[in-house]
Every structure is written in structure tokens, then in C-alpha cells.
């Protein structure tokens, strides 16, 4: 299946109107400094298709904090280094239902993280390849530089140690989990990766042909390397689906239909399996930590398109 032979530019740039409409009813991250300094006014959409076919609409080019969009190519990584038996004896593969910062569920469930994208679930899978890997974010990095075929991926530090400055809940999680038994490495080694992988910082463009493996049976079709088998790009789908915005996964797929992944930094990357993955990055969040005017701006393109899961 090929992606719908169509120029999409007119489309997006009317989805962008629109979407706007959206911005100033929400909130930036404002609980980590480097993040709040970011103007919401930025609104950025590229929709990459498997055919090899690229769209863009206003910021899609500007670099971005991709916070918890990270979490899809650590688990990826993950899945490689320590196999999927291993992984999922430690993580679980259910909706929250609670915040994605929830200590509270974690104590009830004795350390078994509900699902991989909360942050208990990704501290855990992070931890899986900090305790076997000699330098772990360099090679998620390398990861995710072959996943986008882009060679200058890099790092914000100035992000990363505003998280680590702030990311007292996540330690607290850490602790947690180390003191239940489903951490390995030391804490600080575990956090020093996951504050940094959040970090990462990638364009809306990087991150739809980043995507492109999930949408193509796990082939990126610019470089034609096979990243993952058919199977774990249909089964991290699901994940997506099902746990990829959190508490605001139901209304998110009764809304958009489509697997998808949201970050605090305002991006939200989403596939639609054998046609695109898109990117749509704007900063303003909802109560839930989804970017308001990128939910908005997916809905449009699934409802314009009808290009949905269902």
C-alpha cells in the first residue's frame, strides 16, 4: 500500500489555520524552565509518506525538545538489546489511566509499570539499556539518527539539565522502583540517560521520517535499512494506540484513529501504517500534558483525509 498520490501542501496549510484557532486556551511546560521560555506561538506539521513523499506546513523545520516521543525509540532499542521476554517481565502493556507521572499506582502495583510510555514503565526500559549497554545514549542516539536518516540529531544539554534540576518526581519514581526491585542499574545512571534521551531535540520533519519504520513494516524507506521486523513495528503500534497520550488515550483515538505519541516539549508524532507518519508540534498543552492545537491539527488531517485505523 502506497501513500494517497496527492499534493497535501494545501491541506496542511488550511489544517494550520485552523489548528491556530487552538493556540492560548492551553499551557507551555512551565515546570521545566528550559521549556517555558519557548514561544507558543510555534506551530509546525510534516506529514512524511512511505512512498518517500514529504509535506510541510509553518515551523515543521525548527528544532524542538522531544520529551517523552523519546520513549517510543528507547523501547525500540530496548526490544533489541534485551529481547522481548525479558522487557516485558518488567513492564506491563496496559493503559494507565492515571497521569504519567503517577507514584501512587506504581505502590499499589508493586514496581510492574502499567505500560512503557508512562514514566515508571520508561524508566524501566531505560534502565534496561543503561544496565547492558557501555554508553547507552550514544547508542540511542545512533538509534534514532538511523531511524530519522539524519546524521546531526543532537542532544539540547541546556534542556536536559533543566530536567535534571527539576526532575525531582522522577527520581522519586526512580527510587521507587529500585526499592521494588525492577531497576538494576544505579539511579543516577538511569536518570542521567532518561533526562538526556528526553533532550533529544529533532524537527517535526525528523521526527515524521522517524516514524516511517512504524508506518512501512519497519523499513525506512529513504535508506531502505530494515530497523525492526514487521511484528515489533505492528506491535509498538499497538502500544501507541493503546498508552501513547496517557489518561487522554480514549478520547484521542475516538478523536483522531490514528497510533500516536505525545511529549511535554508539544509534539505529537503519529502513524498511519502503510501510507504516513506525521508530526505536528505545538507547545501549548492540555490538563492532560497533550499539545492542544497538534491534537486539533491531527484530527483535521484524519477527518479531511479519512485516513484513520478503523
Same mark, same amino acid.
Given at each position: 500500500?502506497?501513500?494517497?498520490?496527492?499534493?497535501?501542501?494545501? &491541506?496542511?496549510?488550511?489544517?494550520?489555520?485552523?489548528?491556530?484557532?487552538?493556540?492560548?486556551?492551553?499551557?507551555?511546560?512551565?515546570?521545566?524552565?528550559?521549556?517555558?521560555?519557548?514561544?507558543?506561538?510555534?506551530?509546525?506539521?510534516?506529514?512524511?509518506? +512511505?512512498?518517500?513523499?514529504?509535506?510541510?506546513?509553518?515551523?515543521?523545520?525548527?528544532?524542538?525538545?522531544?520529551?517523552?516521543?523519546?520513549?517510543?525509540?528507547?523501547?525500540?532499542?530496548?526490544?533489541?538489546?534485551?529481547?522481548?521476554?525479558?522487557?516485558?517481565?518488567?513492564?506491563?502493556?496496559?493503559?494507565?489511566?492515571?497521569?504519567?507521572?503517577?507514584? +501512587?499506582?506504581?505502590?499499589?502495583?508493586?514496581?510492574?509499570?502499567?505500560?512503557? #510510555?508512562?514514566?515508571?514503565?520508561?524508566? +524501566?526500559?531505560?534502565?534496561?539499556?543503561?544496565?547492558?549497554?557501555?554508553?547507552?545514549? &550514544?547508542?540511542?542516539?545512533?538509534?534514532?539518527?538511523?531511524?530519522?536518516?539524519?546524521?546531526?540529531?543532537?542532544?539540547?544539554?541546556?534542556?536536559?539539565?533543566?530536567?535534571?534540576?527539576?526532575?525531582?518526581?522522577?527520581?522519586?519514581?526512580?527510587?521507587?522502583?529500585?526499592?521494588?526491585?525492577?531497576?538494576?542499574?544505579?539511579?543516577?545512571?538511569?536518570?542521567?540517560?532518561?533526562?538526556?534521551?528526553?533532550?533529544?531535540?529533532?524537527?517535526?520533519?525528523? &521526527?515524521?521520517?522517524?516514524? &516511517?519504520?512504524?508506518?512501512?513494516?519497519?523499513?525506512?524507506?529513504?535508506?531502505?535499512?530494515?530497523?525492526?521486523?514487521?511484528?515489533?513495528?505492528?506491535?509498538?503500534?499497538?502500544?501507541?494506540?493503546?498508552?501513547?497520550?496517557?489518561?487522554? +488515550?480514549?478520547? #484521542?483515538?475516538?478523536?483522531?484513529?490514528?497510533?500516536?505519541?505525545?511529549?511535554?516539549?508539544?509534539?505529537?508524532?503519529?502513524?498511519?501504517?502503510?501510507?504516513?507518519?506525521?508530526?505536528?508540534?505545538?507547545?501549548?498543552?492540555?490538563?492532560?500534558?497533550?499539545?492542544?492545537?497538534?491534537?486539533?491539527?491531527?484530527?483535521?488531517?484524519?477527518?479531511?483525509?479519512?485516513?484513520?485505523?478503523?
Amino acid at each position: 500500500m502506497t501513500a494517497v498520490e496527492t499534493d497535501l501542501t494545501p &491541506l496542511l496549510d488550511e489544517i494550520e489555520a485552523e489548528a491556530r484557532k487552538s493556540i492560548g486556551r492551553g499551557k507551555v511546560a512551565d515546570y521545566i524552565p528550559a521549556l517555558a521560555r519557548i514561544s507558543p506561538e510555534r506551530f509546525g506539521m510534516a506529514v512524511c509518506g +512511505v512512498d518517500g513523499s514529504e509535506y510541510v506546513a509553518g515551523d515543521a523545520d525548527i528544532c524542538f525538545s522531544i520529551q517523552s516521543i523519546s520513549k517510543v525509540f528507547t523501547l525500540e532499542l530496548a526490544l533489541k538489546i534485551v529481547g522481548s521476554n525479558a522487557l516485558w517481565k518488567r513492564v506491563g502493556r496496559e493503559p494507565s489511566g492515571n497521569a504519567f507521572n503517577s507514584l +501512587v499506582q506504581l505502590e499499589s502495583e508493586q514496581g510492574l509499570p502499567r505500560n512503557p #510510555f508512562i514514566n515508571a514503565g520508561a524508566l +524501566v526500559v531505560t534502565d534496561a539499556i543503561t544496565a547492558r549497554t557501555v554508553s547507552p545514549v &550514544l547508542q540511542l542516539l545512533g538509534s534514532v539518527r538511523r531511524c530519522a536518516a539524519r546524521q546531526d540529531i543532537y542532544i539540547d544539554e541546556e534542556v536536559a539539565h533543566s530536567e535534571a534540576d527539576h526532575g525531582h518526581r522522577n527520581a522519586a519514581i526512580a527510587h521507587l522502583l529500585k526499592s521494588q526491585g525492577n531497576l538494576v542499574a544505579p539511579v543516577e545512571d538511569v536518570l542521567s540517560v532518561y533526562y538526556r534521551q528526553c533532550a533529544i531535540a529533532m524537527t517535526c520533519r525528523d &521526527l515524521a521520517r522517524a516514524f &516511517l519504520p512504524l508506518a512501512s513494516g519497519g523499513q525506512q524507506p529513504i535508506t531502505g535499512e530494515k530497523l525492526m521486523t514487521p511484528l515489533r513495528a505492528k506491535r509498538i503500534n499497538s502500544l501507541l494506540l493503546t498508552c501513547g497520550l496517557y489518561d487522554g +488515550v480514549g478520547n #484521542f483515538a475516538f478523536r483522531v484513529g490514528i497510533p500516536a505519541k505525545s511529549g511535554v516539549g508539544g509534539g505529537i508524532a503519529a502513524v498511519i501504517p502503510g501510507k504516513y507518519a506525521i508530526c505536528v508540534w505545538s507547545p501549548e498543552l492540555d490538563e492532560l500534558g497533550n499539545s492542544l492545537a497538534g491534537t486539533r491539527a491531527l484530527e483535521l488531517f484524519a477527518r479531511k483525509t479519512k485516513l484513520s485505523i478503523f
